[in-house]
């Protein structure tokens, strides 16, 4: 009985043993803020960030180091490396993304338009991407961070960073809250010849809340081409330009 119980005990610790390389070899799968599955790759060591906004969660949980290459706007987001190569990634080049050896590409929302989707031919090399949707809400934004530090094992970090911004919103919300002459905004987001602001529906529109203003075109929905003519006829009392 006793030989039995030993050489019983040594099959547990083999299989024991078999059973965890198999777990570390084999692929997590795990489901993208869109709803989408996919494949994480052993190690995360070099990432491809596609828009400013995803560049700037991913310096913030450290991974400043990792970021291989990423887009133009991302271009002085404090904590960037300054050498990091960038590229404008609405003229895609796939021979340069390629020879990055991405573990990883994190791409916007607005990157994909319709049907069109411009990294399907680098998911279809087995690289893995994943797809951060335009975020609508503050609370979006804080399960981007949630969901980019679970994915390159980062949670402590991105729990940490979501907490002192709940604190931060909640400390100014008191504030705006008390504000009985609210300020009326007209908040400027686009860079080129035409005028681009939005309205109500997402999180530019509910942080001007949160200070104690109105946005002049929050009887709108969505993202919004103005005309000059609109704007002057709104009659802001401040205007903020991206």
């Known amino acids: 009985m006793k030989k039995f119980l030993k050489g019983f005990s ?13 777990c570390t070899n084999k692929n997590v799968t795990m489901k993208g803020r869109e709803g989408n599955e996919f494949k994480l790759p052993e190690s995360i060591d070099r990432i491809i960030s596609t828009a400013p906004s995803n560049t700037e969660i991913l310096v913030e949980l450290g991974l400043s180091d990792n970021l291989v290459l990423v887009d133009d706007y991302s271009v002085g987001i ?35 338009i319709g049907d069109e989707d411009p990294y399907k031919t680098f998911s279809d090399a087995g690289i893995t991407v994943v797809y951060i949707p335009v975020s609508n809400t503050i609370n979006d934004i804080y399960e981007d961070i949630i969901f980019m530090g679970n994915l390159t094992n980062k949670s402590d970090k991105a729990n940490e960073i979501v907490d002192k911004m709940k604190s931060e919103v909640e400390a100014i919300k008191e504030i705006g809250n008390k504000i009985e002459n609210k300020k009326s905004v007209y908040f400027e987001i686009g860079s080129g010849g035409q005028l681009y602001t939005f309205g109500s529906g997402n999180f530019l529109n509910e942080m001007i809340e949160i200070v104690g203003a109105e946005n002049v075109f929050k009887d709108q929905e969505g993202w ?19």
């Open 10 to 22: 040594k099959l547990l610790a083999v299989l024991l043993i078999f059973s965890i390389t198999a």
């Open 78 to 112: 404090e904590g960037l490396k300054e050498d990091v190569e960038t590229m404008d990634f609405f003229n895609l080049n796939a021979e340069e993304i390629i020879a990055k050896d991405p573990d990883l590409i994190v791409v916007s929302g607005f990157s994909v």
């Open 224 to 242: 919004l081409a103005v005309s000059e003519e609109a704007v002057i006829s709104s009659n802001p009392d401040v205007i903020l330009t991206n």
